[in-house]
């Protein structure tokens, strides 16, 4: 579904005897929120004027003094919710300020839309493409908590390999999956196939575009479910309705989905590996006949990538778990290099096609605890910073990166190794950013203060469970 219009979009409702209009923004860490209104409120008129709501009450976004802002439905996101009782129409939606009728600047939708007109403006480009593979975790049940005195969590899945001593109301049925071992296994290994197959169905009565499903590495029940490409605003969307139709059909199954990228110990997290390509006059730019296949037009894109990559990870790696992930020997790519086909490396190079449509590059560090909007635009502009000044990436690392020696990786760059680290190489790296009026000042800024204040310090202050096995006896 993809309407061009308010005035399909009332159409549509009619027929589909719809009561509510839900419409979602995204907040600064990248949730979807909602307000609902009944389907008499929604006038053709509503397309341009928008809803009010309380901008102070949104993570990262305006001060109490500044707060009435509108939210202007984009007709082109419409889609029936799966999950409400009653008929209900979602639409995404796009934030401006009531007085200027400007688009808001901390808006992270707008930022994405301000990547994709400068990649246009700077001609070298007038489309780019995205292709995220954001790894979840369905589990059976998570508890966790913490407090002045306390600190834990206790998650658990019928299919984790700890569980093949537990008593399951005398009814343990063994084939538990063991650590690591959890790529390709069918049934009954592979307990969530039909769950994932259910979450696929609902995704493309929405109009997303379904690759593939399937189990992944980790013990108790990672998965993996592919959309097809899509220009980068409209795949930031997707990923967002991805993230609530597997939420919901967890829930509906009364299990719990995240997306937290490091839940397990012992075991590999969840990353969101990006494929990325540029487009103009519908042809793809990014295959030639350097390495891999590859244009120097693409060279020059993942040289960008590397280059401000440690800064990138503060967009792409936002949280202080990401970094709990991206450690070596749990395929999560930990040095900057690139290389074909090669997994250890951050940008790969997919072989799997030889057609000049299938080139792209895949970054292999982001994690789909990211606001996709910004994580995309951030990707987008470090690529086109490559393409400007002809970055050259270096030579290509054909090795299993995490098996050289300390001689052999030594002067090969890393990502970050916190979130606090990241942060800092964002303050001292985001010029490329600012280019074209992406990304603003304002809000790099405000992103660096609500990470410090609400992630890094938070986790800085607390005494972690396992403190008290190794230090309590000091």
């Known amino acids: 579904m993809s309407f061009k219009s308010g005035k399909e979009v009332i159409d549509f ?9 839900d419409c979602r923004i995204t907040d600064s860490p990248g949730l979807w929120q909602h307000c609902s209104h009944p389907i008499s409120q929604l006038e053709e008129s509503t397309f341009q004027d928008g809803y009010g709501f309380d ?22 996101t419409a889609f029936i919710d799966p999950f409400m009782a009653q008929p209900t129409l979602v639409m995404i939606c796009d934030v401006v300020d009531p007085l200027s009728r400007q688009p808001y600047i901390r808006d992270p939708r707008h930022v994405a839309k301000r990547a994709e007109l400068y990649l246009k403006q700077s001609g070298i480009a007038d489309t780019a493409y995205f292709g995220p593979e954001a790894e979840f975790f369905v589990f059976d049940s998570a508890r966790f908590g913490s407090g002045a005195n306390h600190g834990y969590y206790e998650i658990d899945s019928s299919e984790a390999a700890w569980n093949t001593d537990s008593d399951e109301n005398g009814r343990n049925l063994a084939y538990k999956i063991r650590h690591k071992e959890g790529y390709f296994p069918v049934p009954p290994h592979d307990t969530q ?3 994932r197959t259910e979450m696929c169905l609902e ?7 379904i690759e593939t499903h399937h189990h992944e590495v980790a013990t108790a029940g990672q998965a993996e ?3 097809k490409f899509d220009t980068l605003v409209a795949m930031a969307d997707s990923v967002l309705k991805y993230k609530y139709v597997v939420k919901n059909v967890a829930r509906r199954h009364g299990m719990t989905a995240t997306f937290m990228p490091k839940p397990l110990f012992m075991d590999n997290g969840s990353g969101m590996h990006t494929h990325q390509s540029l487009w103009k006059d519908g042809k793809p730019l990014f295959a030639g006949d350097k390495y891999g296949g590859l244009s120097e037009m693409a060279l020059h894109y993942i040289g960008g990538i590397l280059k401000h990559s440690r800064a990138l990870a503060a967009f792409t790696n936002p949280t202080t778990n990401s970094y709990k992930r991206l450690v070596p020997h749990y395929e999560a790519p930990v040095n900057l290099a690139y290389s074909s086909r090669n997994r250890s490396a951050s940008c790969r190079i997919p072989t799997y096609s030889q057609s000049p449509k299938a080139k792209r590059v895949e970054v292999r560090y982001p994690d789909p605890a990211c606001n996709p909007y910004l994580a995309f635009g951030a990707m987008l502009m470090a690529g086109i910073d490559g393409v400007i000044n002809k970055i050259h990436p270096g030579d290509p690392l054909d090795k299993n990166i995490y098996a050289l020696s ?13 979130l606090d680290e990241a942060v800092r190489e964002l303050e001292n790296d985001h010029e490329f950013l600012l280019q074209g009026g992406v990304f603003s000042q304002d809000l790099i800024q405000s992103w660096i203060d609500y990470k410090r204040e609400n992630d890094i310090d938070p986790m800085r202050l607390r005494p972690h469970p396992h403190e008290f096995e190794l230090y309590y006896d000091v």
């Open 406 to 418: 300390a001689e052999e990786a030594k002067g090969i760059p890393t990502m970050p190794g916190s």
């Open 203 to 209: 995704m493309e009565r929405m109009g997303i575009v």
């Open 55 to 76: 901008g102070s009450s949104i993570r990262g976004w305006k001060v109490i003094n500044e707060s009435d802002m509108l939210m202007i439905p984009d007709p082109q």
């Open 225 to 227: 479910i592919d959309m």
């Open 193 to 195: 196939q039909d769950i």
């Open 13 to 21: 409702a009619k027929k589909n005897n719809v009561v509510m209009v």
